[in-house]
């Protein structure tokens, strides 16, 4: 024994390129003939917010002090054309999810933790359940594609109304609830009979483009009197355009999803693959609206990816107006909890890993019709859990702008931030840290 | 309810309301059809107003002088609403009850996602007549163009003259009843037998839209889903 015996095999090492998530993708794949459906957002990693940095106070920048002085959160949305624009008191607010693809539970206590702390919510395919909008003090009523469930008494019942392009997981994508979520009342409120598959439109079935767009939004608010703020959802795929094409056609706000927001269902290809990541998306849409002289007036909402009040203050500093979450509100409900790690194991899966939401065997009751799970979500104490998630988001964000010495987030500015990142400093428009460097830009620009 | 309807119509038909667009902005319009609860008004002058009557909730009669542009009658509820000339894209979309009828030609999109009523056209539709249709019901008196009914869950369309390419397609659970030639048929959409219930139901429609029995429920072949295609199967992919 000379003690190299070991060294006459190389030690296992993995391919970059067949890394394991890799292999094991084509092995399912071989195994059954079709691409992989979950729910969640992108799980790659990509250039998000991470990769910036708050400079914060120095000689030149005075901060104000924590607990003391003022650092104002709310946010006005509709001041364009409705005439009855809502205000929210913190600048995040929930994202669209259909009754449907969450429970009836988890739709009443989105409504209520965001109602708590003075924000709005928002409904989905299937539209408005009695539940949300009972639990909702501001309901965004969102008009979709398929329109499944889509009636004027609804909207005439939400306070603003959300025109729905695309969204950030699956730009271009439509839906699809498969058959095992659809219960009689799914079925019901979609017109559809229970137990098929639910496929729903990537294309809205009377109006083709921004000058269709413009005549649609004139109906809507022909149909509401004008009153009701009307937002355009786009997927980020060419922000610049799709900014100036909604403010074109009319819209009080827009929002912005990013390629990290969420879906309930969509293939994995798609989820991966298609879209800009939200931090490449922000600024371009900022651009559109600047050269317009629309920033502040037509108002951006920015979701994808929102995790902290970090992410939410530089979303802000990039010139959002307020941002959207969807995924961590389900995670604040209770989705993907360790309380739940026997049953996710049951499910081939662990905590922190589960995305089969389209399955509807969620152990936590949120992405499910089923009646034996759905009664896990005790609506009051999961509304309450993302009553306190939405502080702790608003108090960190205002903790950074104070640091940076801003009286509301909305003072919040790109020269506030540096980019960790060659990537970052492009996509964001921010110097690389330590320097005056910003990829694609001179000096001067 | 329909005598309520009746007598709040009687009350009013002394007087018709003149909305003439070429002095009335379709704001003014449109609120005034809004905010009525009852009466006949004739819309003058529309030369291609967009979402005129849109969002009506009341029973009146609307009759419109002229040609209209995209979602006339839009949403409607309860209105009975007359288009004396040709309508543009999405007449009556959505509409949840009540009557729209059409005298001239319909565009695209016509009476798209509509959950309940009556859509007459007494012309021809152009594409997508019926689009992801949920219970209205539509009778053409002409013919319509392509993909008629695409994803249309529920609701009736009686076509008295032809249909274009792809009638039907990925339909769920309209029911389709066409008098003259179909170009093809859409994915999962397939000819059905005519029993009787269908006849008796096809009859009343022709009733309702004002067709004799000078055309024969005989004359006509009923389409709908073949139900192949309901739940995804790897097996149906060549079918997408």
């Known amino acids: 024994m000379t003690g190299d015996e070991r060294w006459i095999h190389t030690p296992p090492r993995e391919s970059a390129t067949f890394d394991r998530a890799t292999i094991a993708e084509i092995h399912r794949a071989a195994a059954t003939g079709i691409y992989d459906i979950r729910g969640f957002g992108a799980k790659r990693k990509l250039p998000h917010f991470d990769d910036l940095l708050f400079l914060g106070a120095s000689i030149s920048r005075y901060p104000l002090e924590g607990y003391r002085e003022k650092c104002g959160t709310n946010v006005v949305l509709g001041t364009r054309f409705a005439k009855k624009p809502i205000e929210i008191k913190i600048p995040i607010t929930i994202a669209g999810m259909s009754f449907g693809s969450l429970s009836a539970p988890a739709k009443e206590a989105l409504g ?13 395919d299937g539209g ?24 004027p008494d609804q909207i005439r019942r939400a306070d603003a109304i959300e025109i729905v392009i695309g969204q950030g997981a699956k730009p271009g994508g439509g839906g699809m609830l498969l058959g095992q979520k659809i219960s009689e009342r799914v079925a019901a409120m979609r017109t559809l009979p229970a137990g098929i598959d639910q496929r729903s439109a990537c294309r809205h079935p009377d109006w083709t483009g921004p000058d269709d767009l413009e005549i649609k939004i004139l109906e809507l608010r022909e149909i509401t009197g004008w009153e009701k703020p009307i937002y355009v959802k786009v997927g980020a795929a060419r922000p610049y355009y799709d900014t100036a094409l909604a403010v074109k056609s009319g819209a009080d706000v827009i929002v912005l999803d990013g390629m990290q927001g969420g879906t309930a269902a969509t293939q994995d290809v798609f989820i991966e693959h298609c879209g800009l990541p939200t931090l490449a998306a922000i600024r371009p849409a900022v651009k559109a609206l600047t050269e317009l002289d629309m920033h502040r007036k037509v108002q951006l909402i920015v979701s994808g990816g929102i995790r902290s009040g970090a992410d939410v203050a530089k979303a802000l500093a990039l010139g959002a107006d307020a ?24 499910l081939g899966t662990t905590a922190g890993c589960y995305d089969d939401w389209h399955e509807g065997r969620d152990p936590a009751g949120i992405t499910t019709q089923d ?62 840290a330590g320097t005056n460097w910003i990829p694609g830009r001179g000096p001067q620009d | 309810m329909a005598a309520a309807r009746e007598g709040a119509r009687a009350a009013h038909d002394a007087r018709n309301t003149d909305l003439d667009l070429a002095s009335l902005s379709l704001r003014q319009a449109n609120e005034t059809l809004q905010k009525a609860e009852a009466g006949s008004f004739v819309v003058a002058n529309p030369r291609g107003a967009h979402a005129l009557a849109a969002g009506l909730t009341n029973p009146l009669d609307v009759t419109i002088n002229g040609h209209v542009g995209y979602y006339c009658g839009g949403m409607n509820q309860k209105a009975h609403i007359t288009i004396n000339g040709n309508a543009g894209t999405g007449v009556a979309e959505n509409m949840m009850s009540g009557r729209v009828h059409v005298k001239g030609d319909a ?48 609701g009736t369309i009686v076509v008295l003259g032809d249909a274009g390419d792809a009638l039907g397609d990925s339909i769920y659970e309209a029911r389709l009843f066409v008098r003259g ?10 000819a059905k037998d005519m029993r009787e219930e269908h006849r008796t139901l096809l009859r009343s429609l022709l009733d309702a839209a004002g067709i004799g029995p000078e055309i024969d429920v005989a004359e006509f072949t009923r389409y709908g889903s073949a139900r ?7 097996d149906n992919l060549g079918s997408y």
């Not at chain 1, 209520?112 to 989905?124: C, F, I, L, P, Y």
């Not at chain 1, 408005?128 to 009636?151: I, K, N």
């Not at chain 1, 502080?391 to 940076?404: D, F, K, M, P, W």
């Open chain 2, 181 to 190: 030639k179909v170009k093809s048929l859409g994915t999962d959409c397939i």
């Open chain 1, 128 to 151: 408005m359940t009695e539940e949300e909008r009972a639990a909702s003090s501001l309901l965004v009523y969102q008009y979709l594609p398929s329109r499944y469930g889509m009636e």
């Open chain 2, 228 to 234: 192949k295609l309901y739940n995804f199967h790897i």
């Open chain 1, 112 to 124: 209520r933790g965001a109602s708590a702390v003075g924000t709005s919510t928002t409904t989905g």
């Open chain 2, 107 to 154: 565009s695209q999109s016509a009476g798209a996602t509509g959950c309940g009523g009556l859509l007459i056209i007494d012309g021809n539709a152009s594409a997508r007549l019926g689009i992801s249709l949920r219970g209205l019901d539509i009778v053409v008196k002409g013919s319509i163009g392509h993909m008629a009914a695409f994803m249309a869950q529920a």
């Open chain 1, 371 to 432: 009646p034996e799970l759905t009664k896990r979500l005790d609506p009051v104490a999961a509304g309450k859990r993302l009553a306190n998630y939405l502080s702790v988001l608003t108090l960190e964000c205002q903790t950074i702008a104070r640091a940076n010495g801003k009286s509301h987030v909305h003072n919040l500015e790109p020269e506030d931030l540096v980019a960790l990142t060659v990537e970052a400093a492009a996509m964001a428009g921010v110097p690389l």
């Open chain 1, 323 to 346: 941002v959207s979450i969807g995924t961590a509100a389900l995670i604040a409900l209770g989705d993907n909890h360790p309380r739940w790690e026997e049953e996710y194991r049951k």
